[in-house]
């Protein structure tokens, strides 16, 4: 029998909340937390994302509570965490896959909802990027640290927004299936080969640092000698 593409889609999204929940897990026990704390912030880091578009979207209660197998699968997470630390190799790049998949996944899943729901491109692509990062997002605020998207780390919200706008344009073109296809190989790829390779963006600009309009006519003075 031909392989059912959505079966595969559910897979890797499930997985996603599994490692998203161990992740979760990981910084809890990097805190030292009890097991209210490890609760929380896997369920945090594995649906957080998905309710904050959900709730945006208003479409009805958010898919992470109607659907048992999310919080199963967040909670599993949170056990895992609880009892196996995770400071192996193989368990981290296990993890950093699983990780990479799902957020193509999740940036194609929250961009295909927002179009869904008749929004223009720019609030889906932000929807797509919410529903992969935002999980991630909130645990980091709520640990007391400046969530990890905003710089100094490898490309990966750059990656959830490239799997949003590969998702838009197939799914314009009547393609979503291949979109969520396209947008899992291909974050996946970026993700991981950031990661391999320490791609990051660049930060603020700096050639103006220290500028003054005091300085402009000693400029202007130079260029005229």
């Not at 904050?52 to 208003?58: C, E, F, K, S, Y």
């Not at 961009?111 to 491109?121: E, F, S």
């Not at 073109?173 to 993700?191: D, E, F, K, N």
């Amino acid at each position: 029998m031909p392989l059912d593409p959505s079966a595969v889609f559910d897979v890797v999204d499930l997985t996603g909340v599994l490692a998203n929940g161990i992740l979760g897990g990981v910084v809890a026990r990097h805190r030292k937390l009890d097991a209210v704390g490890f609760v929380f912030l896997a369920i945090i880091t594995a649906l957080g994302g998905g309710l904050i578009r959900d709730t945006l979207l208003n479409l009805g209660q958010p898919v992470a509570l109607t659907n048992p197998l999310y919080l199963m699968f967040a909670l599993v997470g949170a056990t895992v965490a609880y009892f196996v630390p995770m400071h192996h190799r193989w368990a981290l790049r296990s993890l950093t896959v699983a990780d990479a998949l799902a957020l193509g996944c999740w940036a194609a899943t929250g961009t295909a909802k927002a179009l869904g729901a008749g929004l223009t491109l720019l609030p889906a692509l932000l929807l797509g990027l919410i529903t992969a990062v935002g999980g991630g997002m909130i645990r980091d605020l709520l640990m007391g640290r400046i969530p990890a998207v905003f710089g100094g780390n490898t490309l990966y919200a750059t990656g959830a927004l490239v799997g949003s706008a590969e998702m838009a344009i197939l799914w314009h073109l009547g393609l979503p299936t291949w979109g969520m296809a396209a947008s899992i190989v291909s974050v996946g790829t970026l993700t991981l080969l950031a990661r391999r390779y320490r791609w990051t963006l660049p930060g603020p600009a700096v050639w103006l640092e220290g500028w003054s309009p005091r300085r402009l006519p000693v400029a202007l003075g130079r260029r005229r000698r």
